[in-house]
């Protein structure tokens, strides 16, 4: 049975992001009148929208234990858990926050999502009607309706959702990749398609659309129509592995086995512990003799899967072509233990037990077999040469799903899993990266002060700064300052050892209240631990004692920065589902005519962060994140121009700038200027921006 790709979309991370988006912005209401409680829930709503989970849990428990009647802070933190995964404990949390204010929206979509993501349908569905009582044209929560319908095999129920969600939305996608999804469990192909060739025809530049159909052309057998969709999705999104195996799998069926080789080389390549690539790569090097290396793929896939007996089977079979008899008994006694009714098995051992002279049990293996084979009502035959027999099956054009670990099917090429083939793309919003080039694109974010970095998915270049190591050496922090727009979360550890060190500046203070240097790592402290407004008043203290320290002037500019991102998310409804908190154009407004905007709407508030920027460029020049900054509130404020010329001064100061040449390309496709904006996007992916493809792409 064909997988549902959105069936399942809850369980991808990625649409977490757009949910909780969506749920903080629902609701808003007064959580107490305490200030210190009141204050202790901003703080700790701001570290739920900068994705600081586990920081955003503490703050919400202070609350909780101080006003445990509140219903907010209980709503809050489910919706921590629910972003870590945590599913049960964030339908705890609804529950509570449920019994004390039943009529509490958001608590009833979030607890349906987590029961959802439990596999309880029902209570799930019982949720998701009583928010549409609410909302009764609420897309997300229809499209949600429709999914536990089709899993509760209710599909004329899911079909009515379908039908509503459709009727109010015509052009929304993923309505039709979804319904799409529910006739293929109900086996009807020809609905699907069409729901297939509908989405296609309203956005032609989802790649996700065309990886559907082409899987289906696959399973129809049309496999020149499925090679042309899944070249199609590939160039829309290069970097999504699945569809590359799906192509390798069509060039398979065509006889193109280097082809099919090459793309499952391409998928290593990027990821080296990729099951399904790994197998697949091991049966084709086997159809072509080159068993050495295929046994290293077939060791690659038990390294990670260590209970894959499909691929131990195939394991002991390429041994056994390699003389190795000793390896493959070893294999095949794992298979047998785990299938103790695959009569096959016992054959292959048998003959194996033969050859190295162990007649008795190489007898009493065929016995076992022949029982195996005569309890499964098959006709009873002999097996001369059963390694040779089951090579041969190879030749068998048959696929198998993931899941499907049938024993009998280990010669079948697999297919990327429908569930990881295709993640959803349209709920999913991630600071940085474009998942769906169709929807506004988000500019890289601005940097920021910190101590903690993550990894990019790809190498990006490293920035040397001289104020940065002047800092360092100076001002006695206890851990390395970095400036980067790629922060990590604090864990629970490090929040707490920031509350400590939050301490001991504070009696050291005590003693030394003219010291800068102790007010900057404070509020460094501050900052991570997401309380901005005591962060706020320690840097001013420093800037008040050392008007000429540039890293507390940024510090403060970066901390306005995200007060005022943190306070568009609770006022503007169209930043719902924007990580950034910044929107650009979307591509398909932008590749007409040039159109510059027709004012800036520069805000008081940002005024002042911009004099603190020019302020910081008086006082070093060449610091070239305050020029990366000030753009992004220059193309925040639609002053396009404006921001170039920033973007311009910092890739001059720093020539391998990835992030201002990323930016800078979409500013620059924003006026219109698509030549140099699409230069600037080949020069950002070059430098390791990978989602700058995806918008060239889109516009060539």
Request: net charge negative; glycine share 4%; charged share 25%.
């Amino acid at each position: 049975m064909q997988k549902n790709t959105y069936i399942r979309t809850t369980k991808d991370s990625k649409m977490k992001q757009f949910i909780l988006a969506f749920y903080i912005m629902l609701i808003s209401l007064p959580v107490s009148a305490q200030v210190n409680t009141d204050r202790v829930m901003m703080i700790g709503r701001n570290a739920l929208y900068f994705e600081d989970y586990v920081l955003a849990i503490q703050y919400f428990n202070q609350v909780i234990t101080a006003k445990p009647y509140l219903a907010d802070p209980y709503y809050f933190r489910a919706t921590a858990k629910f972003m870590l995964d945590d599913f049960k404990g964030a339908e705890e949390d609804a529950d509570e926050c449920l019994l004390r204010n039943p009529y509490y929206t958001a608590a009833y979509q979030l607890r349906g999502a987590a029961r959802q993501n439990q596999e309880k349908y029902e209570l799930a569905a019982t949720d998701y009607q009583r928010s549409l009582e609410f909302f009764p044209e609420d897309r997300i929560t229809l499209v949600n309706m429709a999914i536990v319908n089709v899993e509760l095999e209710q599909y004329e129920v899911a079909a009515k959702f379908f039908e509503v969600l459709l009727r109010r939305f015509p052009d929304y996608t993923p309505g039709y990749l979804t319904r799409s999804q529910m006739y293929l469990e109900m086996k009807d192909t020809t609905s699907a398609m069409a729901d297939l060739n509908k989405a296609i025809s309203i956005d032609p530049y989802t790649s996700q659309s065309f990886a559907a159909r082409g899987v289906l052309h696959l399973q129809q057998q049309k496999y020149n129509d499925a090679l042309a969709d899944l070249d199609e999705a590939i160039r829309l999104d290069p970097y999504f592995e699945g569809n590359y195996i799906n192509r390798g799998l069509v060039k398979y069926h065509l006889n193109d086995l280097r082809g099919a080789m090459a793309d499952y080389d391409r998928v290593i390549e990027t990821d080296d512990n990729n099951l399904i690539a790994r197998f697949n790569r091991g049966l084709l090097r086997a159809q072509v003799a080159d068993n050495n290396r295929a046994i290293s793929d077939f060791d690659k896939v038990i390294e990670l899967e260590p209970d894959n007996t499909i691929a131990y089977l195939n394991r002991a079979m390429l041994y056994n072509e390699t003389g190795n008899r000793e390896a493959a008994l070893a294999d095949l006694n794992v298979v047998i233990e785990a299938h103790p009714d695959f009569f096959s098995g016992y054959y292959m051992r048998s003959e194996l037990k033969r050859e190295m002279n162990d007649l008795r049990g190489a007898e009493h293996d065929y016995m076992l077999a022949r029982a195996e084979e005569s309890k499964a009502r098959r006709v009873a035959t002999t097996h001369p040469e059963p390694f040779k027999q089951a090579r041969g099956k190879d030749e068998t054009r048959d696929t198998r799903e993931q899941a499907d670990q049938d024993i009998e099917k280990f010669n079948m090429l697999v297919v990327a899993d429908s569930e990881n083939n295709q993640k959803t793309k349209y709920q999913r919003q991630s600071r940085g990266k474009v998942q769906n080039i169709n929807a506004p694109v988000d500019p890289e974010p601005i940097f920021v002060l910190t101590y903690y970095e993550r990894a990019y998915d790809v190498n990006r270049p490293v920035y040397y700064s001289e104020v940065m190591d002047k800092a360092n050496s100076e001002l006695g922090l206890t851990w390395v300052l970095k400036a980067t727009n790629n922060e990590a979360p604090l864990n629970e550890l490090q929040i707490q050892t920031h509350f400590r060190s939050i301490d001991h500046y504070s009696m050291r203070l005590e003693n030394e209240p003219a010291n800068s240097s102790l007010y900057f790592g404070r509020a460094m402290d501050f900052m991570l631990v997401q309380d901005y407004e005591n962060a706020l008043k320690d840097l001013n203290m420093v800037i008040s004692l050392r008007p000429d320290m540039l890293l507390a002037r940024f510090g403060r500019a970066v901390v306005r920065s995200k007060q005022m991102e943190y306070e568009r998310l609770q006022n503007d409804p169209r930043m719902m589902g924007s990580s950034t908190g910044i929107n650009l154009p979307e591509m398909s407004k932008i590749s007409g005519k040039p159109r510059l905007p027709e004012i800036s709407t520069r805000s008081i508030d940002y005024e002042e962060i911009l004099k603190e920027y020019e302020t910081i460029i008086g006082i070093n020049p060449s610091f070239i994140y305050t020029y990366y900054n000030r753009a992004e509130i220059f193309a925040l404020e639609k002053d396009y121009r404006a921001a170039i010329a920033d973007y311009t001064k910092a890739i001059e100061l720093e020539p391998q700038f990835a992030e201002a040449y990323f930016n800078r390309g979409i500013s620059r496709l924003a006026i219109g200027e698509t030549a140099l904006g699409l230069d600037d996007l080949r020069k950002a992916g070059e430098l390791g921006i990978v989602q700058s493809y995806s918008i060239i792409k889109r516009m060539q």
